[in-house]
């Protein structure tokens, strides 16, 4: 499918086209297409297909060669300050007495000390951002727990989207400050839920797993759950809240959209081709 822009008023008529190569733009670049096809298939298979739609900035780094530079000085003449009174000091003869000082010049352009090459380069890494905008991720049905009660995400009155994270990533969301403890929890309690995996961590309740064969219990569980007041509620795994804010998007509803292959009336999930086809 490829996004139609049509006006609905004459004052739309001008920005309709921008606006639908705009739409092109995005889907292409965040390859929607193939999020699409993957959702579309939970759909067929298993009735409900979910796409999450999230605010992204993909970027990478490459390295360029620089040139080096340094400040373009100048030699000026300033008074000889008295370190006792802070007043200028005085020859002889009465008149203040000046030093000649090297002191970088400024660009009256930018108001900052002016640079120029020094004939030297270096190799730096530079950040390449190359897409910012929306971005549609396909859920499995499996990773998403609805309000059993609701019959679409307009009603439901909370949604919980699992996701499985490498110990890395949480780290990293730990740095940014994106994650974090709760005021009253302990520093030390908080670090090692971070570095400790899910399985690991149900292992030691004694609940079972945690045996590190498998992919998944070498990574964090994360639940993010959307409440229908506004709040958004991040848990690592399955034990400490790292996470609590409103919700970041003007409309106000949750992030998801959900693509039915045959409706049920009155619930959320529908039914799939396999299950018409037994």
Same mark, same amino acid.
């Given at each position: 499918?490829?996004?139609?822009?049509?006006?609905?008023?004459?004052?739309?008529?001008?920005?309709?086209?921008? !606006?639908?190569?705009?739409?092109?733009?995005?889907?292409? %670049?965040?390859?929607?297409?193939?999020?699409?096809?993957?959702?579309?298939?939970?759909?067929?298979? @298993?009735?409900?297909?979910?796409?999450?739609?999230?605010?992204?900035?993909?970027?990478?780094?490459?390295?360029?060669?620089?040139?080096?530079?340094?400040?373009?000085?100048? !030699?000026?003449?300033?008074?000889?300050?008295?370190?006792?009174?802070?007043?200028?000091? !005085?020859?002889?003869?009465? %008149?203040?007495? +000046?030093?000649?000082?090297?002191?970088?010049?400024?660009?009256?352009?930018?108001?900052?000390?002016?640079?120029?090459?020094?004939?030297?380069?270096?190799?730096? $890494?530079?950040?390449?951002?190359?897409?910012?905008?929306?971005? =549609?991720?396909?859920?499995?049905?499996?990773?998403?727990?609805?309000?059993?009660?609701?019959?679409?995400?307009?009603?439901?009155? @909370?949604?919980?989207?699992?996701?499985?994270?490498? %110990?890395?990533?949480?780290?990293? %969301?730990?740095?940014?400050?994106?994650?974090?403890?709760?005021?009253?929890?302990?520093?030390?309690?908080?670090?090692? &839920?971070?570095?400790?995996?899910? =399985?690991?961590?149900?292992? &030691?309740?004694?609940?079972?797993?945690?045996?590190?064969?498998?992919?998944?219990?070498?990574?964090?569980?994360?639940? $993010?759950?959307? +409440?229908?007041?506004?709040?958004?509620?991040?848990?690592?795994?399955? =034990?400490?809240?790292?996470?609590?804010?409103? @919700?970041?998007? *003007?409309?106000?509803?949750?992030?998801?959209?959900?693509?039915?292959?045959?409706?049920?009336?009155?619930?959320?999930?529908?039914?799939?081709?396999?299950? *018409?086809? $037994?």
């Amino acid at each position: 499918p490829m996004p139609i822009v049509l006006p609905v008023e004459e004052d739309d008529v001008e920005g309709a086209p921008d !606006m639908e190569e705009m739409l092109v733009w995005s889907t292409e %670049q965040s390859k929607l297409y193939l999020e699409l096809l993957k959702t579309g298939y939970y759909a067929l298979y @298993y009735g409900t297909g979910i796409l999450k739609i999230t605010p992204v900035e993909e970027s990478t780094t490459r390295h360029v060669m620089v040139d080096e530079m340094e400040p373009v000085m100048s !030699m000026v003449d300033e008074p000889l300050i008295d370190p006792e009174t802070q007043m200028p000091m !005085m020859g002889v003869d009465g %008149q203040p007495m +000046f030093e000649t000082r090297e002191v970088p010049m400024i660009d009256p352009m930018t108001a900052e000390p002016a640079l120029r090459p020094t004939g030297k380069r270096r190799r730096v $890494e530079e950040k390449l951002t190359y897409y910012i905008g929306p971005k =549609a991720e396909a859920l499995s049905p499996f990773d998403l727990y609805v309000d059993p009660l609701c019959t679409g995400f307009e009603d439901a009155e @909370y949604v919980i989207h699992r996701a499985w994270k490498s %110990q890395s990533w949480v780290k990293d %969301q730990v740095a940014s400050g994106y994650f974090r403890k709760l005021e009253d929890e302990d520093e030390e309690m908080f670090r090692a &839920s971070v570095e400790t995996s899910s =399985a690991m961590l149900t292992a &030691s309740r004694g609940l079972g797993g945690g045996t590190g064969s498998g992919a998944k219990d070498k990574r964090a569980e994360i639940h $993010e759950t959307w +409440f229908r007041d506004g709040r958004v509620v991040t848990m690592l795994n399955k =034990a400490k809240i790292v996470r609590v804010v409103k @919700y970041p998007y *003007q409309h106000g509803r949750m992030p998801f959209v959900r693509i039915v292959n045959k409706l049920n009336p009155g619930e959320f999930w529908g039914s799939g081709e396999v299950e *018409q086809l $037994e």
